[in-house]
């Protein structure tokens, strides 16, 4: 199984809701990420677990909260979101360490309103 | 400020044409390569990577890239393209610093009419 699930498929939110997206592997892979991509651009990093420990925070606002509650899950709460929030956010994950791919899921599109 | 450049934003070619989409980064030291496609309507996909030994990699689907470190580059390339390689293409840059920290260039779209 080389698939990285995510859910919902599309999420649409207002701007006083609280909502979370999860996505979850089954590679035995104990590094996984969230990326916010907007539309015609290029992916970027949000976070970063390794061994379920947060790595890498990219200075993201606190209206975004990762979670992982084990290694093969990873939860992104989402609260009082701007309308530029809305993108498509990617999961991935991989063996720990720098000298592997990155799997991807296929995003969940959120829309804030 | 460090950074993974793609010359080429959009591409058209025609069907049997080559291709060579070109990728430069600006990161000193040892750096993993990868080339990652994303066809419409769906997620990213690895095409190829390059960490040590052979700078010639080949990945699927006939791509092929070349790891040239004088110039901090790796350009794609296919030497006949077909219309299914219709797709956004992205260069990434992985520093090791032991976290996976990829940073993606800006994307080259690539329209192949049949």
């Known amino acids: 199984d080389t698939e990285v699930t995510q859910t919902p498929k599309h999420l649409v939110m207002g701007m006083t809701n609280k909502k979370s997206l999860k996505c979850e592997q089954h590679m035995g892979h104990r590094a996984m990420y969230w990326y916010k991509q907007k539309a015609k651009k290029p992916p970027e990093l949000m976070f970063v677990?390794?061994?379920?420990?947060?790595?890498i925070n990219e200075s993201v606002p606190s209206r975004f909260s990762p979670e992982c509650p084990n290694s093969s899950l990873l939860n992104l709460h989402l609260h009082a979101l701007q309308p530029e929030d809305s993108a498509l956010y990617l999961c991935?994950?991989?063996?720990?360490?720098?000298?592997?791919?990155?799997?991807f899921g296929p995003g969940t599109r959120l829309t804030v309103t | 400020a460090q950074s993974v450049s793609q010359h080429n934003h959009h591409v058209i070619l025609s069907e049997a044409a080559s291709l060579e989409l070109g990728c430069n980064y600006s990161y000193g030291g040892t750096v993993n390569l990868f080339w990652y496609v994303q066809y419409p309507g769906q997620h990213l996909q690895l095409l190829l990577k390059?960490?040590?030994?052979?700078?010639l990699v080949k990945g699927i689907k006939g791509f092929e890239a070349e790891f040239i470190k004088s110039k901090f580059s790796f350009n794609l390339r296919k030497p006949s393209v077909q219309w299914s390689d219709t797709a956004e293409y992205f260069c990434a840059v992985n520093r090791e610093t032991g976290f996976q920290k990829l940073v993606f260039g800006t994307g080259t779209r690539l329209l192949v009419s049949p």
């Open positions: 677990y390794s061994y379920e420990k947060l790595s």
């Open positions: 390059y960490f040590s030994g052979d700078p």
């Open positions: 991935a994950s991989s063996p720990s360490g720098s000298s592997y791919e990155q799997y």
